[in-house]
Every structure is written in structure tokens, then in C-alpha cells.
T-cell receptor, first 110, second 108 residues
């Protein structure tokens, strides 16, 4: 049983560019959440998708957007990248309450 | 929003020692999870424990929801236990709010 997968593993972008990160949930899970983890801090909730709709959103600007597909996989898009967007981006999936995390995508903005 | 505080922030142990990590939260929660983050960033589920006590090998956890805290016990620590331990609570709508973590170093 495959766990949560994310791609790419690492990514380097330039300020002002746009980036798309991908996540495939654990088999049987229908809810996907995205988190941003800056160095030395705990993960911060970005948003959550369920039934292809954004169900909840954390305190992140509109530059952060997402999508969920009919197969429950999800994308996180970040526009107009800033240096401060450099972080580990984690995807979590669930079918109830317990959330399971993927390995993350490490984004570096130069 | 809800506040989650973990203590201690850093902990250094000799192999074989026992330890207790604490998580305090400021409001009622629906659920609570403990994670271990390995050096590559992967968050590994340790316990899903909204209340009560659970044990898994050398690790155990207790959540006292009425007093708004949870404890993670590590017995006979090993070098592979090193890493960051996070407590995360779920409030309305199943979003997780994380503490700042406890950095554990186990020396041989």
C-alpha cells in the first residue's frame, strides 16, 4: 500500500517565478491538506481540499492556490515567488481525522 | 487561534536513558497526533491519541484532554530516536496546528 507521495523532491526557483507541487494521497483517502514548514519551525497549515473544493484555508496570501482532481490527487501552486517562500512543503492525506504526511518538497527561492 | 507549546525545546540524552516530552494546548481539541520528523523531513506518525494512553514498543503517550496536555514517553532511548518530535492538535475542520517541536539528540 503506497503512502502519500509528493513530487518533485527538490526544486530551485527564482524570485517572481511560479511553481506547482504535486501530491498523491494514501490509498482510500479523500482529503488532502498542504503545510509549509520553514527551517526550525513547525509546519503551518496552508489549505485543505475535499471533494475537489477548498474546504479550509490558513493565513496564507492568494498567491497560494490549489486544486484537487477527481482521483483525489492535489496540486499546490505558488505565484510570484518570494525569498520567504523557501521552505519544505508537506502534503497530508486523511479519510477521517488521522493525517498521514508525504516526504515533502523542498523549495528554494533564489 | 489555538496555541500549542512543547517542552523542552531541546533534549540531549545518553543511549539507554528515558525521557518525557510535553505538549500543552490552549483550548479544547478534537484530536491530537504525535510525529517524529527524520533528518530528511519525513513526518512519521507515532500516535493518534485524543485521550487516554497508548503504547507502541518503547514509546507511549498519554493525553489528558480535560487538562489540555499530552505526554510522550521514550524509554531505553536509541540513537535512531534522534530527530524532532512534534505534537499537533486538530480543532474544527480537521486542520492540524503544530507546536514548535522538541529536538532530541541521543548520544551513543
Amino acid at each position: 500500500d503506497a503512502g502519500v507521495t509528493q513530487s518533485p523532491t527538490h526544486l530551485i526557483k527564482t524570485r517572481g517565478q511560479q511553481v506547482t507541487l504535486r501530491c498523491s494521497p494514501k490509498s482510500g483517502h479523500d482529503t488532502v491538506s498542504w503545510y509549509q514548514q520553514a527551517l526550525g519551525q513547525g509546519p503551518q497549515f496552508i489549505f485543505q481540499y475535499y471533494e475537489e473544493e477548498e474546504r479550509q484555508r490558513g493565513n496564507f496570501p492568494d498567491r497560494f492556490s490549489g486544486h484537487q482532481f477527481p482521483n483525489y490527487s492535489s496540486e499546490l501552486n505558488v505565484n510570484a515567488l518570494l525569498l520567504g517562500d523557501s521552505a519544505l512543503y508537506l502534503c497530508a492525506s486523511s479519510s477521517g481525522s488521522e493525517q498521514y504526511f508525504g516526504p515533502g518538497t523542498r523549495l528554494t527561492v533564489t | 487561534g489555538i496555541q500549542v507549546e512543547q517542552s523542552p525545546p531541546d533534549l540531549i540524552l545518553q543511549e539507554g536513558a528515558n525521557s518525557t516530552l510535553r505538549c500543552n494546548f490552549s483550548d479544547s481539541v478534537n484530536n491530537l497526533q504525535w510525529f517524529h520528523q527524520n533528518p530528511w523531513g519525513q513526518l512519521i506518525n507515532l500516535f493518534y491519541i485524543p485521550s487516554g494512553t497508548k503504547q507502541n514498543g518503547r514509546l507511549s503517550a498519554t493525553t489528558v484532554a480535560t487538562e489540555r496536555y499530552s505526554l510522550l514517553y521514550i524509554s531505553s532511548s536509541q540513537t535512531t530516536d534522534s530527530g524532532v518530535y512534534f505534537c499537533a492538535v486538530e480543532t474544527s475542520g480537521s486542520r492540524l496546528t503544530f507546536g514548535e517541536g522538541t529536538q532530541l539528540t541521543v548520544n551513543p
